[in-house]
């Protein structure tokens, strides 16, 4: 049977995932921060699940900590990172960090995760009903999520 998930367990899920995933894959530390915004033209992608919860979770980083997470996550320096991969790593830190989310929130629960989407420079991003910023060493990420949650308790 699966458990009741709800937006406190995802948003506490959510702030576990980012710190773990991004010390563990990419050697950086990330704290949640006060809201703080991002400059435009930075890097969005996007992950969608369903499930005991479905929705989606956003991940917006700048150019320039895209290239140095990128460089972190492939080993190499940052002046090596080409724009396909930025994108590519990013769309995978948005993935990692999905899928960790709901492992801890639900971790007997059942969820399917879309392949992550590098949204185009100036294409619309997903409205977000929460968002969340994590500071890095020298700026800030920024998550949003949207869900909607499954009631079990009308079934039988």
């Known amino acids: 049977m699966s458990q009741l998930v709800s937006m406190?367990?995802?948003?506490?899920?959510?702030?576990?995932?980012?710190?773990e995933t991004l010390e563990t894959m990419f050697f950086a530390d990330a704290l949640p921060a006060p809201l703080a915004g991002l400059p435009s033209g930075g890097i969005s992608s996007v992950v969608r699940f369903?499930?005991?919860?479905?929705?989606?979770?956003?991940?917006?980083?700048?150019?320039?900590?895209?290239?140095?997470l990128a460089a972190s996550f492939l080993g190499i320096d940052p002046p090596e990172v080409d724009r396909i991969?930025?994108?590519?790593?990013?769309?995978?830190?948005?993935?990692?960090?999905?899928?960790?989310m709901v492992s801890i929130a639900a971790p007997e629960g059942r969820f399917a995760l879309s392949p992550p989407q590098v949204l185009e420079p100036g294409e619309a991003a997903?409205?977000?009903?929460?968002?969340?910023?994590?500071?890095?060493?020298?700026?800030?990420?920024?998550?949003?999520?949207?869900?909607?949650?499954?009631?079990?308790?009308?079934?039988?």
């Open 8 to 19: 406190d367990v995802m948003l506490r899920s959510l702030d576990l995932a980012v710190t």
């Open 50 to 68: 369903e499930g005991d919860a479905t929705g989606l979770l956003e991940l917006r980083v700048s150019e320039s900590s895209a290239k140095e």
């Open 85 to 100: 991969q930025i994108e590519s790593v990013c769309g995978e830190m948005a993935n990692m960090i999905c899928g960790a």
């Open 126 to 156: 997903p409205v977000c009903s929460i968002i969340r910023t994590y500071e890095m060493e020298s700026e800030c990420l920024e998550v949003g999520l949207s869900c909607s949650f499954t009631d079990y308790s009308r079934e039988h």
